[in-house]
Every structure is written in C-alpha cells, then in structure tokens.
C-alpha cells in the first residue's frame, strides 16, 4: 500500500466510523433484496442481504420490520435474533471485521405500505417499507440498493415490474416467473425504496443519457405521451435551479392506485391524475412536485422527521417554480396565492405551528398544510425578501453543498447566507423556528 493510498484508507475507515457512530453504532451499505408478491393473496415472500459497516463496540443492531415474520437470520457476524415490538434485534460476535453482511428471509401479509389490488392484477407499494422488507427505516442511514422484483407466472406476457433505480436485467425462469432487477447505486433512505407490478402501457423516450419511462394500465402509449411531455424539461429545469445532474439513467413514472409517492428514480402518481391533465395540460403540479423530491427529498434530505419541511415545502415551491418558467409569473402567483390561502386558514383556526416541528408523530392535516402549504409559502416570503438572483443563487449553493447529506433548517440558512451575504437570523425567526 502507498503512502497516499494508506491515507486514503484511513479517511475511508474515519468516514465509515463516524456515519455509523452517528447512526447508532451500525450503518448499511447495500441491501439486495429478492422479493416475490403474491397479488392474489395479498403476501409477500423475500430474502434481503443487508452489507453494513458497525463500530467495534457495537453488539446488537435494530432493523424494522413491520408486522413481517422474519425466518432464517445469518452470517458470520450473527450469535442470535428476535423479533420485538416491530424490530428485529440481532445480536452479534465480539471483534468483527468494520464491514459484515447478513442474509434474512422473511414472509407476510402486509396491510399497511404496500397496495394489492387483486381484481386488476396489480399491487404497488407506498412509503413504509419496513411493512413489505426487512430494512432499517432510520432516515439518516442511506443506502444504495438491488432489487429483485418475481413476478407471478399468472400475469400476462405484458405484465411488468417497476421499481426504484434503474432496470439492469430481465429474467424468465424455468417455472414460467420473471425476474426484473432493478439497481439504484446512489444511496437513499429506505422510504424511497419501492416498487409496481401490473399490466402496463408503457411509453419511453430518450432525453440526453436519461431514459424516461411512463406506465399505466388506465392510459394508452398516445395518452402516456401527452401526459407526461413536460418530463425532460422538468428535468432540465431542476438541474439548473440546483447545478446537479439527475443521478438515475432513467426516471420512471406511474399511473397507478390511489397515491402519490416519491422513490429513487421512480414516482407513484394517482391513476385519475392522468386523466386530469389530459382534460388540462398546465395541471402538472403533481408530476413536478414528485420530481422535485429527486433532488429535495431523497438526495438532500431532512435529517429527522421533525425537519419534513425541507423535503415537502422544496417539492411544493419548486412545482410552483416549474409553473413560471413553464407558462408564466401569472401562474407561479396564482399557486403561491392557493399555498398562503391554505396557510391563512390552519393560522386562522388557530393552528399556527413553526415549520421545525419537535417531533412529527401522528401529525394532524393541519400540520401536512403547515408543512407543504405554509412552507412553500414561506421559500416564496423568502424570495421576495432576497430578491431572485439572490435566492436562485442560495438554492443552487445549499443544493450542491447537501446533496447526498442530511439537512436541518440551521444548515439550510446558513447555506444561504453564505451564498448571499444576508443575515436571515430574524426572517428564520420569524417563519421558520
Ligand atoms: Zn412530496
């Protein structure tokens, strides 16, 4: 080993130390899952080998995993397992090496964090991934992530998986199921993680390196297109708020269910949505609030669920911001104008809150409004007071400066008031803490 390359090393061990000393002894590198839904009756059966990097005094770390039964837990590094109270504790050796790996199978029926919908052959998930996969849920603990998606032999020959990342694979098996691996390399926190498999249309076009793809089984190939034309200038438009490149080689959208759901290269967006912008084609909040959260959300990402303005309060605003650059202020004005209406409303009901919540369990409708609708007022507030060239400029240094990290909102006005020079203690003061 070299001189410099022993100084790497050690860099790379102090990092490896510190993220897993700030994530409670243990941080995971990599998952590899190998999850196969059952749609027809509502289960889930999977494998997951979880890579993670843990602290010399570390002898027990915590996974989630909902109301799964975990069976089989092992490796080198494992003495023992239970399953307590949504957690699956694992006891590990003494005098382990800084990076260890664990395989862990797993079955259930899970009702919450993952959609079946029998009657159309479809299932989704949404949000709470430790219902559907063994992970750690831990917002700070990011990961990159391979999944295997089986679908079931009794799907037609169009069915398809979907799922975070990029497509790398697809496999038929001898027994008539088919493999789609997906692979998301950037490491994300576990609730980006996810996936869809029905029928699909499907539609896909080329923007620059990036591979957009579009599904739905309510809309044809002609709908999909009409529906989704404003992607590669969304696309475009993020880069250049923020001076960082969409990190997947293909952003992948979906028609689907009853939700909507960021995930790592991939969104979950409501079936009927569709319809409303073909009836409307300026109705895209939705689809650039989703794409938004690829930059604000799954790469700079609050570092607590207290600080959820940071990722929900970006995604509104910025939507309003791809408004303006699409078709105009007038429409940028009539958003924000609905976003402080929304405001108005939970303040005069007298349910006012700070943005920084203390903690965020069992939050209230009110306290989404605060978060999403009062937030994206408040970047607009800010924006007044900054002027644009100074708070584009803020945005686009606290962006490049966080991504991939955590971020609370002290960090978030620092950045940028280094960016413009301004004190923004009493604006902070005011409308933020
Ligand atoms: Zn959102």
Known sequence: MSQFTKILFFLFCVVCNQVAAQNGGFDVLNYHLKIEPDIQAKSVKGEVDILFSV??????????????????????????????????????????????????????NPTRGIHFMPEKNQVYTVFSTSEWMVCRNLITDKASIAMDVIVDENLQAVAHAVACGD?????????????????????????????????????????????LNCYSAAHTKAQLDTIFQYTADMIEFFESKTGVAYQNKSYNQILIGNHYQEMAGFSVLKETYGAMILKDSTETNLVSHE???????????????????????????????????????????????????????????????????????NPSSSDRS????????????????????????????????????????????????????????????????
């Not at 092992?74 to 664990?102: M, R, T, Y």
């Not at 869809?196 to 080329?206: D, L, P, Y």
């Not at 008031?417 to 604006?427: G, I, K, N, R, Y």
């Open 55 to 108: 602290d010399d005094a570390t002898q027990q770390i915590a996974l989630d995993c909902g109301s799964l039964s975990v069976e089989v837990v092992e490796g080198n590094s494992v003495v023992a397992f239970q399953q307590k109270d949504h957690q699956l504790i694992i006891q590990l050796k003494d005098k382990l090496p800084k990076e260890n790996s664990i395989h862990i199978t797993y079955q259930g």
């Open 167 to 211: 497509l790398v694979e697809q496999k038929k098996f001898d027994n008539g199921k088919v493999c789609f691996s997906w692979v998301q390399n950037n490491s994300v926190p576990a609730y980006t993680f996810g996936f869809a498999i029905g029928e699909f249309n499907h539609s896909t076009i080329k923007h620059k390196e990036t591979v």
């Open 291 to 361: 794409m938004a959260h690829q930059w604000w959300g799954n790469n700079i990402t609050c570092e607590r669920w207290g600080e959820f303005w940071l990722n929900e309060a970006f995604a509104t605003f910025m939507s309003a911001a791809y408004n303006e650059h699409r078709f105009g202020k007038e429409k940028y004005l009539k958003d924000i104008n609905a976003y402080r209406e929304v405001y108005e409303k939970v303040k005069n009901e007298g349910n006012d809150k700070a943005l920084v919540f203390k903690n965020w369990n």
């Open 370 to 433: 605060i978060v999403y609708f009062k937030g994206a007022y408040v970047l607009h507030l800010m924006r007044e007071e900054l002027g644009d060239v100074a708070f584009w400029k803020g945005v686009k240094h606290y962006s490049k400066k966080y991504f991939g990290n955590s971020v609370n909102a002290a960090l978030f006005q620092q950045a940028m008031e280094e960016a413009t020079d301004t004190d923004l203690q009493p604006f902070f003061d005011k409308w933020v803490y």
